[in-house]
């Protein structure tokens, strides 16, 4: 499974962008999707996924109300409608698959830069 993340760039605070990750390869196996984010100095934090079948999704307290995860099972990719940005939000997005409940992402995207200026 490869794994194509793109889509961030430079937003004033208050802004919008939408983040893309594309699936290709072994995709059928496929048990949820998510974003996790890493700013400068910081740990890794989770921002949100979404089961691949039933479309149930989940969010970080950081971003619940602003962000929106969604996903076209057709076209084998992943978005991340982000609103409201705030400067606390930049860090390099990654998107991430795994197959299988409760498993760690086995597959993780080359991140993208979000960097929200205030």
């Known amino acids: 499974v490869q794994l194509q993340a793109c889509g961030g760039g430079l937003v004033q605070a208050g802004g919008s962008l939408r983040l893309s990750c594309a699936a290709s390869?072994?995709?059928?196996?496929?048990?949820?999707m998510g974003w996790f984010r890493q700013a400068p100095g910081k740990e890794r934090e989770f921002v949100s996924s979404?089961?691949?079948?039933?479309?149930?999704?989940y969010y970080g307290d950081s971003v619940k109300g602003r962000f929106t995860i969604s996903r076209d099972i057709a076209k084998n990719t992943m978005y991340l409608q982000m609103n409201s940005l705030k400067s606390e939000d930049t860090a390099i997005y990654y998107c991430?698959?795994?197959?299988?409940?409760?498993?760690?992402?086995?597959?993780w995207g080359q991140g993208t830069q979000v960097t929200v200026s205030s």
């Open positions: 991430a698959l795994r197959e299988y409940y409760g498993a760690n992402y086995e597959y």
């Open positions: 390869g072994r995709t059928s196996m496929t048990y949820d």
């Open positions: 979404i089961r691949w079948i039933g479309g149930s999704s």
